[in-house]
């Protein structure tokens, strides 16, 4: 079983940065795929970025390519999602989640474990 608790996210201006943080307990972290997902108010649950358990290689969604970058400490426990020039349309709630395969991908019913969301907002 894991366990995942997200962290970091506010209120913020358009243009603003943030950084959300997900601590993970439980199984064996490091060979975990972790992601990192978005559902804005009336609309379904989108990926926004992975990164292997693997290799440590990351996907991005188009949008927030070049503006968001996902890392992770395994030593920590620890995901992170670096959001920079954020824009009022990634206004959502951010959920992390884990893949137990360490080749996964950005395809959603790969991920077994899931957190319980932290609200991000941006004001224009």
């Known amino acids: 079983q894991v366990q995942l608790v997200e962290s970091g996210g506010g209120l913020v201006q358009a243009g603003g940065s943030l950084r959300l943080s997900c601590a993970a307990s439980g199984r064996i972290f490091s060979t975990y795929t972790m992601g990192w997902f978005r559902q804005a108010p009336g609309k379904e649950r989108d990926f926004v970025a992975a990164?292997?358990?693997?290799?440590?290689?990351?996907y991005y969604t188009d949008s927030v390519k070049g503006r968001f970058t996902i890392s992770r400490d395994n030593a920590k426990n620890t995901v992170y999602l670096q959001m920079n020039s954020l824009k009022p349309e990634d206004t959502a709630v951010y959920y992390c989640?884990?893949?137990?395969?360490?080749?996964?991908?950005?395809?959603?019913?790969?991920?077994?474990?899931w957190g319980q969301g932290t609200q991000v907002t941006v004001s224009s």
């Open positions: 989640a884990a893949d137990s395969n360490p080749w996964g991908s950005s395809a959603e019913y790969g991920y077994d474990y």
């Open positions: 990164i292997r358990g693997g290799d440590s290689r990351t």
